[in-house]
C-alpha cells in the first residue's frame, strides 16, 4: 500500500567523514521500500519503520522542505540518496519526488551520489548531466550474477542485466557510476565464480569502481526476516546461519581473503578503482564547466 505523509525534515548532515560513499547529507524521500530485498538492514528496529514490508509512505512535502533547505547550507557537500530505501522503487515511476528533488539540487548546484538497484535512473540522466557539471555519481548495487537468485533475493527490483545496461548508459554520458558489492552472502553467493562474473559484467558496462562488502549485517526482525525468507530459497540455511553466527551484527564470509584477492586482482587489470572518486571543491577543471 502507497501513503502520503508529511516530513519535519528531508536532509540528515552525515555525523562522521564518509569514506565509503563520500556523502555529508542523506536524503530519503520515501519510508519503505518496494523492491523488498530480504537482507535489507532497514528492517532494523533502531530505524522505526514498522511498516517496511507492508507500505511505502511518500514524503509529500520533502521536495518543499529541500528547496527552502538547500540555500541556506553553509557547506556544499554530496546529498546521497538510497541508503534507506531505493530512490528508484517502483512507486518513483508514477510519483516522481526523485526527478523533482534531482531538479532542486541542479538549481542549487550540490553534487549527488544516488545508490539504486533499478535502471528507472536512465530516465533522469538529463538532470544527472547538469548536475556533473559540479559532481554527480550513480552506484548500482548487485549481491548474484545470477538472475534466477536475484530474483529470489532481490523479488522486485529489476534484473541484474538490466542494471548493467543503464550503467553503460550512464557511463556514455560521463556519470561516475560503479557498483555496491554487498552484501556478499556467507554459504550462498560468496563464491569466485559469482565474484567474477559479475567483475566481468561491471568492466564491459564501463563500471569506474567497485565498493565491496564480504558479509552481511544482521540485526532483530531483521535477521529473524532474512533466515525465514532464506530458508525458503535454500532449505537449512536458517540453521547453518544460526550454528556458525548466533546473534552477530557482522556475519562475515569465510572466503573474505580469497575474495578480495580475486577482485584487487581483476579490478588491478581492467583498471576499476576499489573506491570512488569523492567530490572535490577545489576541483576548479569541473566548477568551470558551469
Sequence with gaps: MIREIQTRTVLN??????????????????????HRCVYCDSRSECYGIDCFDRDVLVKTNAVDLLKNSLPRLRIKGTIGTGSMNDPYQP??????????????????????????????????????????????AVTFTVTTA???????????????????????????????????????????????????????????????????????????????HFLREIEKVFPGMNRKYREH?????????????????ILREVCGKRSILLEMPFYDPFDTGQLNLF
Aim: hydrophobic share 40%; aromatic share 8%.
Design 146 to 224: 545470477d538472475e534466477t537468485l536475484a530474483g529470489k533475493l532481490e523479488p522486485f527490483a529489476p534484473s541484474v542485466t538490466a542494471r548493467f545496461k543503464a550503467m553503460r548508459q550512464l557511463s556514455e554520458r560521463g556519470i561516475h557510476t560503479g557498483i555496491t558489492l554487498m552484501p556478499i552472502l556467507p554459504f550462498i553467493t560468496d563464491n569466485p565464480a559469482n565474484i567474477l562474473t559479475i567483475l566481468d559484467m561491471a568492466a564491459e558496462s564501463g563500471a569506474e569502481y567497485i565498493i565491496p562488502f564480504f558479509g552481511v549485517t544482521l540485526r532483530d526482525r531483521q535477521r529473524e
Design 91 to 136: 512507486v518513483e515511476k508514477r510519483i516522481g519526488l526523485t526527478r523533482r528533488a534531482l531538479e532542486v539540487i541542479a538549481e542549487n548546484h550540490f553534487p549527488v551520489h544516488v545508490i539504486t538497484k533499478s535502471d528507472l535512473v536512465v530516465r533522469d540522466m538529463d538532470l544527472l548531466e547538469r548536475i556533473g557539471r559540479v559532481y554527480s
Design 13 to 34: 548532515r552525515v555525523g562522521v567523514p564518509d569514506s565509503w560513499f563520500g556523502l555529508h547529507y542523506s536524503m530519503n524521500l520515501y519510508r519503505g521500500c518496494g
Design 245 to 261: 553466527f548466533g546473534n552477530m551484527y557482522h556475519c562475515p564470509v569465510s572466503k573474505a581473503g580469497l575474495l578480495e584477492g
